[in-house]
């Protein structure tokens, strides 16, 4: 049950609906006015609140224009305001680096502003607010609380109530993360008792998911729905059809904790209706999660795999690829239970079979030579029966080696760019931080923390290169022909020249047979780049009614193709039995000195 997911969801929904209402229209004819100053930086203000959680790249670029502005007015306090809304619009971007950077940009000119009035401090609050958030992100959690305090102190001063609720919130999911629930929960009654002072309704009901959250986690699950189901009743009475579903789905997690699998599974479809309605994905897939996981507990591992196939259908369409571990385990369970079945089975006849053998034998004993003759055929079908099996076995592990590589390559490509690539981006993003703090004695210092921060950022590209490599998002997204294209692309064009040619591959192709021609197509271009020392390549691949023939071809240094050690090494095994596992040919044309030809063919019929 992810609360902080949906009441952060909340958050930005219930912010992007309090937002200015002005005519965006109207507003970017003042931004490109000649009316005063004021007004024009004000509607530059105005615009990019509106814009800073629906188009991240539109705010992003009115909010450089608005420095613009500001800088030539020596309207420091503007740009501030202007570089934490650009800031909030590359943080949901992705770019916490940036992000982070124009965010202390902000913080270093209201901390120098003199004689800050009460406006001002408000902003700067907010900042401490922001970076709060961002440390959160990164689970820097001491860095983040320290920033929620400076903002909560500012806001104390101001006696500002929806500012002392809001941090009282936000800080709240520190300490859940901690593992701090008393401390949370203090901190969200304290936002409840605030809300409920100012009649805010909404205030009231977001307090109380969040404590319901928490009253999951400890297994309090009467309280939790109780208050979820308070929370309910008063977005009922908003007529808030999105806060509406999201408290659906917290309810259908909390009693699915509790173990109660028949109201959960109802709360969980209510919410999907809703979600449905109002076209929201992401909490349609949240709450499939939900439901694999009911079905789970109760043993139907079949419809818990729908149910996470559902899921996983939604999240590629929301984020290119995110097959989730839970999946893969699932998955398998369900395939080791249908395995234990059929081999009860086969056990099954097989002892009725022996049973069977038996008597024919008795008989063959005591009979005539034409029983022994028809128990001679009969074994002769059981051992071609057993052949059968053996070589559908066989196959059947082939493919199943070949998915767990596949499998692999795209655990070891989720964990580089989840894993390493999120570290990597944490720490260009504690430079870029620590880059407006610190003063560089001279330019060249400068520079050389710049080239510091450059060495990072290459080498976070690095990892997001190597992980699509090994895990190739366009053949998830397009098919064959465009998947091979984009990998061409990536190719350095001033060694190799490489002309490729497709044909009758508009339509999409079994996965695995897809995922299987691209690994060779690829293998056979690694091994060009590493042994040939080729400047040119041909790659022709062509579907018509009898397959799939495909040739790849250069104009390097060749080899014997006699010579059967050549045959031995990873590479062209590879190729070879990808291509059997297909149930297709390949074919390797090759004379040292005149280039390499290696030709293959797949039929469309090959079972997969």
Excluded: W
Excluded at 325 to 332: F, Y
Excluded at 364 to 370: D, I
């Amino acid at each position: 049950m992810n609360y902080f997911t949906t009441t952060t969801i909340l958050i930005v929904f219930l912010s992007s609906s309090a937002i200015s209402q002005n005519n965006p229209d109207s507003l970017k004819q003042v931004m490109s006015s000649s009316k005063p100053y004021k007004e024009r930086i004000q509607a530059y203000l105005q615009y990019i609140e509106n814009f800073r959680l629906k188009d991240f790249d539109l705010a992003i670029e009115a909010g450089n224009e608005g420095l613009k502005l500001a800088r030539s007015n020596g309207d420091s306090v503007s740009v501030a305001e202007l570089k934490r809304h650009i800031g909030v619009a590359n943080y949901f971007n992705g770019n916490y680096n940036i992000a982070a950077k124009n965010y202390y940009d902000a913080v270093v000119i209201l901390e120098k502003t003199p004689d800050r009035h009460q406006e001002e401090n408000k902003k700067l609050a907010l900042v401490y607010n922001e970076i709060a958030k961002l440390y959160r992100k990164t689970r820097d959690l001491d860095r983040s609380l320290q920033n929620y305090d400076k903002a909560f102190t500012i806001f104390q001063q101001l006696n500002d109530s929806s500012g002392i609720s809001m941090i009282l919130n936000e800080s709240g999911v520190v300490f859940e993360y901690k593992g701090d629930y008393d401390e949370a929960i203090r901190r969200y009654g304290a936002s409840l008792k605030m809300a409920e002072a100012m009649h805010d309704e909404v205030g009231i009901s977001y307090a109380l998911s969040f404590i319901a959250g928490v009253q999951t986690i400890q297994k309090k699950f009467a309280e939790a729905e109780k208050n979820l189901l308070q929370a309910l009743e008063i977005r009922k009475n908003l007529k808030d059809s999105f806060a509406i579903a999201l408290t659906y789905s917290d309810l259908g997690a909390t009693l699915n904790a509790k173990g109660d699998a028949q109201k959960a599974a109802g709360y969980l479809n209510a919410s999907n209706e809703i979600a449905g309605k109002i076209h929201y994905p992401e909490l349609i897939s949240n709450n499939y999660n939900e439901l694999a996981s009911l079905s789970q507990k109760q043993g139907d591992y079949k419809k818990a795999l729908d149910y996470f196939e559902k899921k996983a259908i939604i999240r590629d369409s929301l984020f290119s690829l995110e097959k989730t571990k839970q999946i893969e385990e699932l998955h398998t369970r369900y395939e080791t239970v249908k395995k234990e079945q059929q081999i009860q089975q086969q056990q099954f006849r097989i002892t009725r079979q022996n049973f069977l053998i038996g008597i024919i034998i008795g008989l063959l004993l005591l009979g005539s030579l034409l029983g022994y003759s028809q128990y001679k055929r009969y074994k002769f079908r059981q051992q071609a029966r057993l052949k059968t099996e053996l070589i559908k076995q066989q196959e059947l592990a082939t493919k199943a080696i070949m998915v767990a590589e596949e499998t692999e390559r795209e655990r070891i490509a989720k964990d580089l760019h989840d894993g390493v690539g999120q570290m990597m981006s944490a720490a260009k993003m504690n430079l870029s931080a620590f880059e407006s703090e610190i003063k560089f004695a001279d330019a060249d210092q400068q520079l050389s923390f710049e080239k510091i921060i450059q060495l990072v950022d290459e080498s976070c590209k690095e990892v997001r290169q190597v992980s699509h490599n090994m895990m190739p998002n366009a053949l998830l997204k397009n098919n064959l022909a465009s998947a091979i294209a984009e990998f061409v692309d990536k190719l350095d064009k001033k060694t190799l020249q490489v002309h490729l040619y497709t044909e009758g591959l508009e339509e999409r192709l079994d996965f695995n047979t897809e995922t299987v021609l691209y690994r060779v197509i690829q293998e056979c271009v690694n091994n060009v780049i590493k042994h040939a020392r080729a400047s040119e390549l041909d790659i022709s691949v062509m579907k018509d009614k009898e397959g799939i023939s495909a040739t790849i071809e250069d104009n390097g240094t060749g080899f014997d193709t006699s010579d059967k050690e050549k045959f031995n090494g990873i590479g062209l095994k590879n190729i070879i039995t990808r291509v059997e596992f297909l149930k297709g040919t390949v074919d390797f044309d090759s004379t040292p000195g005149k280039g390499t030809l290696v030709a293959l063919h797949v039929p469309l019929n090959s079972g997969l």
